[in-house]
């Protein structure tokens, strides 16, 4: 098995996707061969940055690794030391079981083994499907099958791009209103207007040399758009009705893309909106999204 696992590559009309069996990861997508997102060009390639990964069963961080659920006390492993936190759950770089594909879609089933720090019975899905006119359609969805509540939230985790263009030169429009404003060590810090400020793209808006690694929400009711666009060639469209979304400029991988990671909850939800993210017995909490070139 190569470090993403098994490839299935995914065709409708124009559009071509290849999935990882690893983390359930989108690790291309393409609109008559021009990149939609930034890809993992190799199989045997661990991409930085959680290319394409899905982050189940929290996005975001966990501040300090610890939480509580009923009033027992939980310690997840740090694995971002510089900040001393738990990042973007357990699933991404587990290997998901293909359970059902055909020429244009693919579901991945990953049945999240318990740990100390997590020790609840989750099973989770990420479902790929592509359409000629529509493009790229994924939902990731976890399901309690355990007797007691357990505390649930997904993203994932796509660098939108303009065919690999540098992001300097591409104009982002995401219109979400506020922003959640965060300390030297990426912890949340309170929300905030974005007018006026580095993290305004309520108006469409050229990246430049912009800095951002924050999130967003009051987003539209029902579903959203954020568009990312280049004058000279492809753009990409994003939709969702998520109520947050986790945008990041690559800062630390290049600056190819701009990841846009829809969440079903906030940063360190686990802690800030516990009652929130629990999931009782039997019932499930889905994140959709779609991605289409913007031709």
Sequence with gaps: MTVNGSITTLVAGSYEARVGQVGASLLSLT???????????ADDDLADGYQGRTLVPWPNRVV???YEVGGTSYRLPVDE???GAALHGLGAFQAWDLQTSSSGAGSWVLDLPATYGYPFDVLCRATYALDAGQGLTLTVTGTNQGSGPAPFGASTHPYLSCDDRPLAECTLHLPAPTVLLTDERLSP?????????PHDFLAPTEVG????????????EGRWVVELTHPDTVGVRMTSEARWVQLYTGDRIG?????IEPM???????NSDPDGVLLQPGDSRSLTLTLAAIL
């Design 31 to 41: 609109h008559r061969g021009r990149h939609l997102v930034q890809p993992v060009r």
């Design 64 to 66: 300090g690794g610890r």
């Design 81 to 83: 030391p510089q900040t």
């Design 189 to 197: 810090a309170g929300l905030a207007p974005v007018a006026g400020t």
């Design 209 to 220: 040399e912009r800095l951002v690694d924050n999130a967003y929400t009051d987003l539209p």
């Design 255 to 259: 600056r190819r893309g701009a990841a």
């Design 264 to 270: 079903t909850c906030p940063p360190d939800a686990f």
